[in-house]
């Protein structure tokens, strides 16, 4: 055991401080972010790799709104690439596709890099391992020209070996999501604001695009999450019950909802592969939230709103003007809405 424990700050520890500002407009802020390989997003928000987030309506939604969806991988290898080619067809043009590093991985990616996907996600729960070494040189040799984004690390150690062995792109954070239970049942993982200022000191930063991955709540933790160091977040839990996430609008008396789901949770592992081995995640339902047009609109407009109080036109010069200090737990109370109830 190390003698020092390194204390370790998440979201809600952290506030950004506002600064000066001369944008007269919310519209002079520009969130363009090149991820490289021919990937250009207007909004730096990706959707998670979830099979009660992304399909075809959702990836298509998230490509009209300048964003990027990433379709799941569980299901077949052609039912996958069925998705990605009926997104295309659809008019997206930003695609991803989830692949394993074992198994079919290899003709997973062919078939949906051939069906028009130009991002492929390598997706596992823990990425600094010597699988993903093979899989991304692997996938590095066979498709020069695509992006490859890799994940999910927890450290700077972790995103510079993925770095070193070809992602484009990294997710970085491990156990933080709404719905997964990995740091309660493993004792591992590292708080997410931790984690991107971590991984922002890398040498191969800016090169290598920084995706936060879990823990986003609202607009303001996007913010943060970029001030800090990361050029795109990935969400799933804010995307939740809309319209376009997959499976049925649930009706319980008044009640009205979806599913939403951890990939590691047991239903969800049994589903597609008619096994658990370790349960790190949870299953539940989640009210029906519309559009997801609408939630998208909100955390574009918090993003804009969220760089002008820093004075910061562009991801770059919020991050270079970001200024951070902790508040106290009264703070934190203080920071919500805490109206004084009356009667």
Not at 24 to 42: A, K, N, W, Y
Not at 128 to 155: C, W, Y
Not at 174 to 181: D, E, L, P, Q, R
Not at 319 to 328: D, G, L, N, S
Request: proline residues 3%.
């Amino acid at each position: 055991m190390k003698d020092r424990i390194v204390e370790a700050l998440t979201y809600d520890d952290v506030l950004l401080v506002p600064q000066y500002s001369d944008i007269e407009s919310r519209s002079e802020v520009e969130l363009t972010m090149d991820l490289g390989r021919g990937v250009e997003l207007g909004v730096p928000i990706v959707s998670s790799p979830m099979d009660t987030i992304t399909e075809v309506r959702m990836a298509v939604e998230m490509d009209k709104n300048k964003m990027a969806g990433v379709i799941h991988r569980y299901n077949t290898p052609n039912h996958q690439a069925e998705l990605v080619r009926r997104a295309v067809s659809s008019g997206a043009t930003n695609i991803g596709g989830a692949v394993g590093i074992t198994g079919d991985f290899q003709e997973r990616a062919g078939l949906l890099v051939d069906s028009g996907a130009n991002i492929l996600c390598l997706d596992v729960a823990h990425g600094q391992h010597s699988l993903m070494r093979d899989a991304l040189k692997i996938l590095r040799e066979k498709f020069p020209d695509i992006h490859l984004m890799a994940g999910n690390v927890a450290t700077r150690e972790g995103f510079d070996m993925l770095a070193e062995w070809g992602a484009d792109s990294v997710r970085c954070n491990i156990g933080g999501g709404s719905i997964c239970t990995t740091r309660v049942q493993t004792g591992h993982g590292v708080p997410g604001l931790h984690t991107i200022m971590d991984c922002a000191r890398s040498q191969y930063a800016g090169d290598v695009k920084i995706i936060a991955d879990g823990g986003i709540r609202n607009s303001g933790d996007i913010v943060k999450a970029i001030g800090a160091g990361a050029d795109v977040v990935m969400v799933g839990s804010l995307l939740s019950g809309t319209v376009e996430t997959p499976g049925d609008v649930i009706h319980s008396g008044e009640r009205v909802t979806k599913v939403y789901r951890g990939m590691a949770s047991t239903d969800a592992q049994n589903d597609w592969r008619g096994r658990v081995s370790s349960i790190e995640g949870v299953a539940t339902t989640v009210p029906f939230a519309g559009p997801v047009r609408r939630v998208l609109r909100d955390l574009e407009a918090g993003l804009r709103s969220g760089l002008s109080y820093s004075g910061a036109r562009t991801i770059h010069e919020l991050q270079v003007k970001a200024q951070f200090i902790r508040q106290t737990h009264a703070g934190q109370s203080e920071s919500g809405a805490h109206i004084r109830e009356k009667g």
